[in-house]
């Protein structure tokens, strides 16, 4: 591709890019991704309260589509400019996506699944990563030929998507809380349980309506000055940014110099590296499975210390691997020891937690926090990463463990447990952490409302 961008220059002007010309260039396609999630994040609370969660992804695919056909024919149109545009504008899909399919589907899941359910989209990016690794190894779509083709793939789910969502039913809650249609919401929630039998999750949500009519919506800015809704807010921020900055984007930057230590010939480096997808895919499958038994808390705990550990010893291994014999082996099994922590723990998460957390009024402005933090942290780490890797060399590392080990902390001291818990019953956990118990307290319903739902 950068091959592309100089061939095109050259028949513009008739002379080739600069190196540092060529590199900018690059960077700036790299970095347009980020950039576009950010940007989406920033536009998720205005669209899913307007246009619900279902009608924002069905609106989302133009932004995967469009650029999957301008990035596919930007070689025939002899434009590396397409390339760039389309990446903020595919970055801009990533970002809603992100954020508006874990709030769906947190919302459509009963209680006892929503942990399971809340990973599915982690594993389905884990897959997405994987297959596109597969396609990008050199014998298939990374050649001169074919990484128009590779990059047009994009649109293939985002056309898939637009052809069934359709016969998908809206989010019950967004239906009768923010829309304040109940039988519509009922019809949903029947269609969603495959049952006439939803009275309870009914008057759940009932009793949610009631408390989010005393609340209101929640702005951006009410969400940073409400003192019920503070150590939610410091929990997302803290959970989002542990996850970028626990190092994950910079383990798979550094995997292919380790492998190459390791003794891994240059042209199988590509090959280990779907190896590692293939098992950062089948360790999130792991997690939809024991996301309920253990609960959330326990695997941010067990994934978080995991990464810490592995980046420690990952640490020793490269200052020492010139030195002793068997630690190029031993950096190898960081790398995966990292990637089987981060897939069970900081990667899926973090976005099932903010579900969880907030209720209706509050979930679309938390989740456009957590994506900016996310996104505008997976963005600084790829700026600053290479600066840090020539300053620091085999010790940048220990920035990430740093990371890892505050995330741990914070997570064992403050973040709850929610798993097969109501909405209801979270948000009074986290009434007591904030000492505001009394919100809401004249409310009868409420206090009463551990009698009035079944579990």
Known sequence: MQNFYNQTYYKRTSEYMSSTVLTLLWSISVSMFPLGGLLGSLVVAPMVNKCGRKGTLLINNI????????????????????????????????????????????????????????????????????????FGLRSILTSEEGWPILLALTGIPAVLQLLLLPFFPESPRYILIQKGNEEKARKALKKLRNSDNVDAEMEEIHMENEMEKTAGRISLLKLFTTKSLRWQLISIIVLMAGQQFSGVNAIFYYADQIYRKAGVAINDVQYVTVGTGAVNVLMTILAVFIVELLGRKMLLLIGFSTCCLACIIL????????????????????????????????????????????????????????????????????????????????YSFIIFSVMCFLATIYTYFIIPETKAKTFMEINQIFAKINNVSDVQAEKQELKDFKSSVPL
């Open 63 to 134: 932004f995967s589509i469009v650029p999957a056909i301008l990035m596919g024919c930007s070689k025939v149109a002899g434009s590396y400019e397409m390339i760039i545009l389309s990446r903020i504008v595919v970055g801009i899909c990533a970002g809603l996506s992100s954020n508006v399919v874990p709030m769906y589907l947190g919302e459509l899941a009963p209680k006892n699944l929503r942990g399971a359910i809340g990973v599915v989209p982690q594993l389905f990016i884990t897959i997405g990563i994987l297959i596109s690794q597969i």
């Open 315 to 394: 640490t020793i291994a490269l200052s020492l691997q010139d030195t002793m014999t068997g630690m190029p082996y031993v950096s190898v099994a960081c790398v995966i020891i990292y990637v089987v922590g981060h897939a069970i723990g900081p990667s899926p998460i973090p976005a099932l937690i903010i579900t969880e957390i907030f209720l209706q009024s509050s979930r679309p402005a938390a989740f456009m926090v957590g994506g900016t933090v996310h996104w505008f942290c997976n963005f600084i780490v790829g700026l600053i990463f290479p600066f840090i890797q020539v300053g620091l060399g085999p």
